[in-house]
């Protein structure tokens, strides 16, 4: 499965080249691929590359979110192109209960764009995913931007209203299924 990060958390077309992510099968879980511009800013985190790094948000990232929208229950990986990565579990809206999960991921960067390639276990996924939604972040101070494949329309935009990737609400259906077949079905996750 390819998406495109085309828009504006806030439903503006992006400047740039759009960020791609594609979803497909391996054999533990999933394979999440992205191949993005390469903004370089802000710069790199202090962390080391291939291990998680706290609030990551910060930084130049890529991000996923894979939702149960009946529980609330949602898994969020987000994937930066110097090689860190921080991978949370969330019941409900912002609340995450597990954080800082290890990931196979790895980084390249070229000149001008970067690609990505994370390994996301079966367990790491809540029971029954039915929704998504995917995010791209870079720039620093009052050149940041951030960009939604699902943004908030226009329409419902208020006054002040700030970039806010938990509004689970605005996340679109999601079946495994349409990757791995129909008659697939997600594996217990142990833990969750």
Aim: hydrophobic share 35%.
């Amino acid at each position: 499965m390819d998406f495109k990060i085309e828009y504006t958390w806030d439903g503006f077309p992006v400047r740039h080249e759009p960020v791609c992510v594609r979803l497909s099968p391996c054999e533990q879980g999933v394979k999440m691929e992205v191949s993005a511009p390469l903004f370089n800013d802000p710069p790199s985190p202090l962390g080391e590359p291939g291990k998680p790094f706290s609030e990551l948000w910060n930084y130049e990232v890529v991000e996923a979110f894979f939702l149960n929208d009946t529980t609330k229950q949602y898994l969020e990986v987000e994937l930066c192109p110097h090689g860190q990565h921080l991978v949370l579990l969330l019941a409900g809206r912002r609340n995450v209960w597990k954080k800082e999960l290890p990931l196979s991921f790895k980084a390249s960067r070229g000149g001008t764009n970067w690609e990505g390639e994370a390994y996301i276990p079966w367990s790491y996924f809540p029971p029954n995913v039915t929704k998504f939604n995917s995010f791209a972040i870079h720039g620093s101070n009052d050149r940041r931007v951030y960009e939604a494949l699902y943004p908030v329309p226009q329409h419902e935009l208020q006054q002040g209203q700030k970039p806010d990737f938990h509004r689970l609400e605005y996340f679109k259906p999601f079946s495994f299924n349409t990757l791995l077949g129909e008659e697939w079905r997600q594996p217990e996750p142990d833990l969750w």
